[in-house]
C-alpha cells in the first residue's frame, strides 16, 4: 500500500517554529517532485512549497517566502517542511503530496493539486497570537 504520512504538526505559540515531515512507504519518491500544501476552514487547499526530484529547484509563494523550507532525504524517501516565525494566519492542515510524472517544477503546473499522484493524510497547524 502506497501512502504518504505527515507528522509534526502542533500548537505554537506566534513567532514559534515547527518541523514537519512526510513519510513515504510502499514505493519510492526519490524521483518525484513533492509539495506541501495548507487548507484552512472555508478555503482551498494552496501551495506553500515545492522541491523537485534532487532538491535543486525550490518554489515558495510570497507568503511563506524567507520563512518555510522545503527539504528532503531520498534515502529516507522523507520530506520536510521547516516553518519559522509562525503567524495566527498559517493556521490550517498541512498536507504533502508527490507528482509521480514530474522530476522538477515546470511552469506553474506544480501550484496545483490536481497534478499530484498521492496525498497524505493531513497535520493541523495552530498558531496562536
Known amino acids: 500500500q502506497v501512502q504518504l504520512v505527515e507528522s509534526g504538526g502542533g500548537l505554537v505559540q506566534a513567532g514559534g517554529s515547527l518541523r514537519l515531515s512526510c513519510k513515504g512507504s510502499?514505493?519510492?519518491?526519490?524521483?518525484?517532485?513533492m509539495g506541501w500544501f495548507r487548507q484552512a476552514p472555508g478555503r482551498e487547499r494552496d501551495i506553500v512549497a515545492a522541491?523537485?526530484?534532487?532538491?535543486?529547484?525550490?518554489y515558495y509563494p510570497d507568503s511563506v517566502k524567507g520563512r518555510f523550507t522545503i527539504s528532503r532525504d531520498n534515502a529516507k524517501n522523507t520530506v520536510y517542511l521547516q516553518m519559522n516565525s509562525l503567524k495566527p494566519e498559517d493556521t490550517a492542515v498541512y498536507y504533502c503530496?508527490?507528482?509521480?510524472?514530474?522530476?522538477?517544477?515546470?511552469?506553474?503546473?506544480?501550484?496545483?493539486?490536481?497534478?499530484?499522484?498521492?496525498w497524505g493524510q493531513g497535520t493541523q497547524v495552530t498558531v496562536s497570537s
Open positions: 522541491i523537485s526530484w534532487n532538491g535543486g529547484s525550490t
Open positions: 503530496a508527490a507528482d509521480l510524472d514530474a522530476w522538477g517544477l515546470y511552469g506553474s503546473s506544480f501550484r496545483r493539486t490536481d497534478v499530484y499522484d498521492y
Open positions: 510502499g514505493r519510492t519518491f526519490s524521483s518525484a517532485a
